[in-house]
């Protein structure tokens, strides 16, 4: 057997609290502990940085349904697909329905997208 560390206070101060646990607290105490370690950031460098959006770019001739398939492989780390599907469909329905040019539809389209990516990165920095 190796040689063993001197324990800390707190260290003994703990060891002596799970000594006298019944075994099912000491299966919680250790699924806590072993929870509380995942969720320490070690290097704050090491933290994944925030993926960019893969831009390509806007074809000549592009459909509004072309767009936002476009834009959705642009800005795929978004998760409120939600509020983009509501707001990308009333666009479409303006171009559709009510005759709105195409390049301004697309061009708003880049717009929303472009907002929901920077609310997206607001989010994840705070």
Not at 57 to 66: G, I, L, T
């Amino acid at each position: 057997m190796g040689k063993r560390k001197s324990l800390t206070a707190a260290e003994k101060k703990l060891l002596a609290q799970f000594e006298c646990l019944p075994e099912t607290q000491r299966e919680t105490l250790l699924s806590f502990a072993e929870f509380l370690a995942t969720q320490i950031l070690k290097d704050p460098a090491e933290a994944a940085p925030s993926p960019e959006p893969r831009y390509t770019p806007r074809p000549e001739q592009e459909s509004v349904v072309a767009a936002i398939k476009r834009l959705n492989a642009t800005y795929f780390m978004l998760e409120d697909r939600a509020g983009l599907l509501n707001e990308s469909s009333v666009l479409m329905s303006q171009h559709i329905l009510q005759g709105r040019d195409i390049r301004e539809v697309i061009d708003e389209l880049e717009t929303v997208f472009a907002r929901f990516y920077g609310e997206w990165q607001a989010e994840m920095q705070s």
